[in-house]
């Protein structure tokens, strides 16, 4: 299993913050399908302020290059993805049309 942290900004309004949140607590099933079907076992997002955390689990045979070219194929997830922008905003250090950015992890308790 493979486990991957990402960070992303949302705009910084209240308003748009919890309209985000709401519909994270229904988000489309056919994204969640392909969610599931790139390999992803796990994903969770936490949220404080205007800055995002997502943490994945996935298979062995997960890749974000395999997972962009089934988003980039799938309507539903490029609708949600465009729908998403509304209220994300991508960190300086990210590149141009760059959204989740990779963390680089620094610490693990059970490796001390």
């Known amino acids: 299993m493979q486990k991957y942290c990402l960070v992303l900004d949302l705009k ?3 308003d748009l913050i919890a309209e985000y949140k709401l519909l994270h607590q229904h988000v ?6 392909s969610i599931k079907d790139s390999g992803i076992t796990n994903l969770e997002i936490y949220n404080a ?3 995002l955390v997502m ?3 996935a298979s062995a045979d997960f890749s ?5 070219e089934m988003d980039a194929e799938n309507p539903k ?3 949600w993805e465009t729908l998403m922008w509304k209220f994300q905003q991508a960190l300086p ?5 760059e959204k989740w950015l990779l963390t680089e992890k620094i610490f693990q308790l059970d490796q001390q």
């Open 93 to 97: 250090q990210a590149k141009k049309g």
């Open 55 to 57: 943490l994945i689990e």
């Open 12 to 14: 910084e309004d209240a």
């Open 28 to 33: 489309w099933p056919e994204v969640i399908a």
């Open 64 to 68: 974000f290059e395999k997972k962009a």
């Open 77 to 79: 997830v490029l609708e």
């Open 49 to 51: 302020g205007n800055r």
